[in-house]
């Protein structure tokens, strides 16, 4: 005889990703930094200054992600470097490289669309890399692996993945 899953268990283990087709990336203009599980110390100024920008993720006018970019010209090490670059790939109008330094989803799928949508984002403008500033965490490691990035760089506090154009 054939076990078959209780109704419990089939009713809990699928879940319905039919809403992510109907979501939009968004630019944002502000965010509740203290939701962010990465990098909380960074302000919303910070964060849309200085070629940098604040995306989500929308569907049915909630966002459902987030994730913070920063278009530079080299990848970074540390968020401090991260501010130089911006600096300098701004005023000498040079940036080639998207760096997501920080991603989070309130619901479960909307964190892989979010990178997706990052993807065709740096695609359609002619970015020539996207890659990250991750935290040290078995986390981070794991959601980029799992979303096809190759680690390129491992720094004293930082992790650096990059993703396929």
Known sequence: MVAKPTDWLTKKTLID?????????????????????????????WRTSLNRKIYGLEYNGKVEAIMCLAF?????????????????????????????????????????????EAIKYAKKNGFNKLVTLSPLTPMATHYHIRNGAKLISLNESTQNFEYSL
């Open 72 to 116: 530079t010209n080299a990848v970074p090490h540390t968020v401090r470097e991260l501010d130089l670059m911006c600096k300098v790939s701004i005023y000498e109008d040079n940036a080639d490289t998207i760096v997501a330094y920080t991603v989070w989803s309130r619901k479960k799928g909307a964190g892989q669309k979010i990178m997706k």
């Open 17 to 45: 990703f039919t809403w992510i087709r109907k979501t939009k990336f968004i630019q944002l203009d502000t965010i509740d930094v203290s939701e962010d599980p990465v990098r909380p110390e960074l302000d919303v100024k």
